[in-house]
Nanobody, 120 residues
Framework: QVQLVESGGGLVQAGGSLRLSCGAS????????MAWYRQGPGKQREFVAH???????NYADSVKGRFTISRDNAKNTVYLQMNSLQFEDTAVYYC??????????????WGQGTQVTVSS
C-alpha cells in the first residue's frame, strides 16, 4: 500500500503565502516525477507544477513566477511554495507521484487533497 498525505492548506488573504507539503509512505522502491494539481469550484482538475527526478521543473502559466515546486528525496516529500496568492488560486490541491513498486511496476498515486482558500 502507498499513501500520500498533504498538509499546509488553509485560509489566506490575497497577496499572502502558503506552503503545501506532501509526503509518501508505504511500500515502494523509487519515485520518478512529482507534481501538484488543483481543482477549483465548478472546474476540472488542472495541472499546477511538476518536478522530475532530476529536479527539472515545469509550471502552469497561471502560477509561473509565484509558485515554486521542490522535493526532498530523502523524505519522499514534495513541496509547493505559493506566494502572491490570488482569489483565483482557491482550490483543492492534490499531489501526485509516479512510483515504482517492483512487481507492481510503475503507477500514479494521488493524495487526498488539501483546501486552499484565498480571500479577496
Amino acid at each position: 500500500q502507498v499513501q500520500l498525505v498533504e498538509s499546509g492548506g488553509g485560509l489566506v488573504q490575497a497577496g499572502g503565502s502558503l506552503r503545501l507539503s506532501c509526503g509518501a509512505s508505504g511500500r515502494f522502491f523509487s519515485i520518478d516525477r512529482m507534481a501538484w494539481y488543483r481543482q477549483g469550484p465548478g472546474k476540472q482538475r488542472e495541472f499546477v507544477a511538476h518536478i522530475s527526478s532530476g529536479g527539472s521543473t515545469n509550471y502552469a502559466d497561471s502560477v509561473k513566477g509565484r509558485f515554486t515546486i521542490s522535493r526532498d528525496n530523502a523524505k519522499n516529500t514534495v513541496y509547493l511554495q505559493m506566494n502572491s496568492l490570488q482569489f483565483e488560486d482557491t482550490a483543492v490541491y492534490y499531489c501526485n507521484m509516479y512510483m515504482y513498486r517492483g512487481v507492481a511496476g510503475w503507477s500514479d498515486y494521488w493524495g487526498q487533497g488539501t483546501q486552499v482558500t484565498v480571500s479577496s
